[in-house]
């Protein structure tokens, strides 16, 4: 049996509908926290703190290199996580979904967390029997894809440094995750497209915040 979960997305910016002495109201029923990158550490830890909801993020291009975050700890939940939740091509499972990490945006100069459209896809290459092996057992790879930069065409922007990666899109393909989850393009727009339908994946620009809301399966399910 499934029921549902919230999800509080954060990305790009410090939002002050989050960062308030309201967050605990306003986000009453969250039951995890991902954010898609370029966020202050002290943020995170306040939103941590204010909800004790378990938190997964990765990094961005403007956040620290993310080679030795796992090396720093946050307390939360009454567990050492290591390094606010921060994962890289790896797949972490919380509270019964499961969230691939895929940091970074496209390489534009020689700043942290960039990558060319080919490293990104011969990275992605290399967790292909992982994702396909899923794919077969359960109708997915992955609930969550969760990414600083946009798919290459979807949400990415007309610049150097906003272009989507290439590989994204057949991921998405492959995976089937019910989101794909991603900041780096900033929308100041209140009218500007944020969400797009992807081979039945719904691909969601999390700039500031957003909550989104999935079936949960039961823990003993996967």
Not at 10 to 29: H, K, M, N, P, T
Not at 52 to 81: C, F, M, T, W
Not at 190 to 217: C, S, W
């Amino acid at each position: 049996m499934k029921k549902p979960l919230h999800i509080l997305c954060v990305a790009d910016e410090v939002d002050l509908l989050v960062y308030s002495a309201q967050i605990c109201e306003r986000f009453s029923d969250i039951d995890l926290i991902l954010s898609a990158g370029d966020i202050p550490n002290e943020y995170l830890e306040y939103i941590v703190s204010m909800l004790n909801k378990p938190l997964i993020s990765v990094a961005g291009n403007h956040d620290k290199s993310d080679d030795p975050i796992g090396r720093g700890v946050l307390q939360y939940n009454n567990e050492q996580r290591g390094g606010l939740g921060r994962i890289r091509f790896s797949i972490k499972k919380e509270n019964g979904i499961h969230v691939l990490g895929l940091p970074g945006s496209i390489r534009y100069n020689d700043g942290q967390n960039q990558y060319s459209d080919l490293w990104m896809t011969f990275r992605i290459i290399r967790m292909l029997p992982r994702l396909l092996a899923r794919r077969l057992l359960f109708g997915r790879s992955v609930d969550i894809i969760l990414a600083h930069a946009p798919p290459r065409g979807i949400h990415d922007g007309g610049d150097p440094a906003h272009i989507g990666f290439s590989a994204y899109r057949w991921l998405i393909r492959l995976a089937k995750p019910y989101y794909f989850i991603h900041g780096h393009v900033h929308l100041y727009d209140l009218q500007a497209l944020r969400e797009m339908n992807y081979f039945d994946t719904t691909v969601v620009n999390v700039y500031g915040h957003r909550v989104i809301t999935l079936p949960k399966e039961d823990d003993n399910a996967r």
